[in-house]
Antibody, heavy 118, light 107 residues
Framework: EMQLVESGGGLVKPGGSLRLSCAAS????????MSWVRQAPGKGLEWVGR??????????DYAAPVKGRFTISRDDSKNTVHLQMNSLKTDDTAVYYC?????????WGQGTLVTVSS | EIVLTQSPDFQSVTPKEKVTITCRAS??????LHWYQQRPDQSPKLLIK???QSISGVPSRFSGSGSGTDFTLTINSLETEDVATYFC?????????FGQGTKLEIK
């Protein structure tokens, strides 16, 4: 069974940093492009960014609101993808989902809540 | 950025009713339009990919159609377990964007 399990969420002050992790199983992780999607409380879905497989260059793309502050990386030896979030703002408060993706998200984790508040 | 506009925002429905949700893109996206279901307190789940392609394990009462800028998700004979919020998403151009969601409630 394909599974994605996020971790690392929590409460952080504005300007702070947090690193989210997503452990994958049940599929060939090294071939998969992976994305992060977030959902503010009671709101819709917002694409955050993605990382290609190493075979496809391993490069990343980001949404404008997080570009320069967030970094996605992957560790294929541990079937894990990370989201490093710096200079956090209150608007970054959301549930963050890890997804297996190309042009669409074919598998989603359960999400991890990030709260940015003083 | 491509804007996706769904209608309606909210619909009160009865079991066995046929439900239609539309998604309009601000520019042509071909068939790169995907649909998701998010039940209360759950993660989203892929329902339809590339406008009309079915997903393994998704009930056949869910179907999609459209191309270019206008798309439709149809639920034939709604069941109570279909109470959820439905989102469309375009995978044509970065940044990928989602519609605002359509929430279905049982009357």
């Amino acid at each position: 069974e394909m599974q994605l399990v996020e971790s690392g969420g929590g409460l952080v002050k504005p300007g702070g940093s947090l690193r989210l992790s997503c452990a994958a199983s049940g599929f060939t992780f090294s071939s998969a492009w992976m994305s992060w999607v977030r959902q503010a409380p009671g709101k819709g879905l917002e694409w955050v960014g993605r990382i290609r497989s190493k075979g496809d260059g391993g490069t990343t793309d980001y949404a404008a609101p997080v570009k320069g502050r967030f970094t996605i990386s992957r560790d294929d030896s541990k079937n894990t993808v990370h989201l490093q979030m710096n200079s956090l703002k209150t608007d970054d408060t959301a549930v963050y989902y890890c997804t297996g993706s190309g042009g669409y998200s074919w598998n989603w984790g359960q999400g991890t809540l990030v709260t940015v508040s003083s | 950025e491509i804007v996706l506009t769904q209608s309606p925002d909210f619909q009160s429905v009865t079991p066995k009713e046929k439900v239609t949700i539309t998604c309009r893109a601000s520019q042509s996206i071909g068939s790169s339009l995907h649909w998701y279901q998010q039940r209360p307190d759950q993660s989203p789940k892929l329902l339809i990919k590339y406008a009309s392609q079915s997903i393994s394990g998704v009930p056949s009462r869910f179907s999609g159609s459209g191309s270019g800028t206008d798309f439709t998700l149809t639920i034939n004979s709604l069941e109570t377990e279909d109470v959820a919020t439905y989102f469309c998403q375009q995978g044509s151009d970065l940044p990928y964007t989602f519609g605002q969601g359509t929430k279905l409630e049982i009357k």
